[in-house]
């Protein structure tokens, strides 16, 4: 997604989602633990993994009624050595407008929002992330909006903006939130509710997990709201201008 910032006398700011796909299909498992899951085994005669300096292979002798069949509504690759396919999916993120506009000299507050649904049928799950292109994220030329940086090494409950603050920061939400940013009403990290408008950090340029899942949610899937706010404060002298932010969200299957 582009984030877009401008410094005259208001402030605004634009995202363009970027939706990463990956195609696939899965069948089903047949043990679990607390764990780990075996999706596959085998019951045969003979086989198992070899290898060389260049080459490796997974073979299995006596195997019976193995290969691909179909009918109407089903699919069904039979034998261990069938190739295990994963779907994965991801919606596009609307584009964000902050509202409300901020001063250039008054500073003050600006939030945003879009959302994304992932869908897999992976029996692992699947794991969704936020990146951004820069450090900080909010670029224009040689002037940038510092990220956000909580008071710890958690996220922070409340999003704080002293006089001479200017940061931009996020806060995913969702069923599916990882555990960051999860709070005890008032601390992340901590309990299992997922306040409102709570729990901000900072992006980073390394991918940052934001929602997961261990279980298969096809077809259904799990949407995923992502907060943006910047604050300025009365004595941050922000520079006018634009200022952009790239940001990638990826949806990975387990």
Not at 18 to 34: D, E, K, N, P, Y
Not at 122 to 135: C, F, H, N, R
Not at 221 to 247: D, H, L, Q
């Amino acid at each position: 997604m582009t984030i877009k910032i401008s410094f005259l006398v208001l402030l605004s700011l634009l995202l363009t989602p970027v939706i990463l796909f990956s195609m696939a299909q899965t069948q089903a498992q047949v043990m679990s633990s607390t764990n780990y899951k075996i999706q596959s085994d085998s019951i045969n005669v003979g086989g198992g993994f070899s290898s060389s300096t260049n080459y490796s292979t997974e073979s299995t002798v006596g195997e019976i009624a193995t290969g691909k069949s179909s009918s109407t509504n089903y699919k069904l690759r039979a034998g261990y050595q069938q190739m295990h396919e994963v779907y994965i999916a991801m919606t596009s993120a609307s584009d964000v407008v902050m509202n409300p506009p901020i001063g250039g000299i008054t500073g003050g507050t600006s939030n945003g929002s879009t959302s994304v649904k992932v869908t897999t049928d992976s029996l692992s799950g699947y794991q969704l992330t936020i990146k951004a292109s820069d450090s900080p994220a909010m670029q224009k030329g040689v002037d940038s909006i510092a990220d956000y940086v909580p008071s710890g090494a958690n996220p922070d409950f409340t999003f704080v903006t002293n006089a001479s603050d200017a940061h931009f920061g996020y806060s995913p939400e969702g069923t599916d939130v990882v555990q960051r940013f999860l709070d005890n009403s008032s601390t992340c990290n901590a309990g299992s509710n997922d306040t409102a408008s709570a729990c901000w950090d900072g992006l980073s340029t390394v991918e940052v997990p934001i929602a997961s899942d261990t279980n298969a949610n096809h077809p259904v899937g799990t949407e995923t709201s992502i907060r943006f706010r910047v604050g300025i404060g009365a004595a941050a002298n922000v520079p006018v201008g634009v200022y952009t932010a790239t940001t990638t969200l990826t949806a990975l299957p387990l």
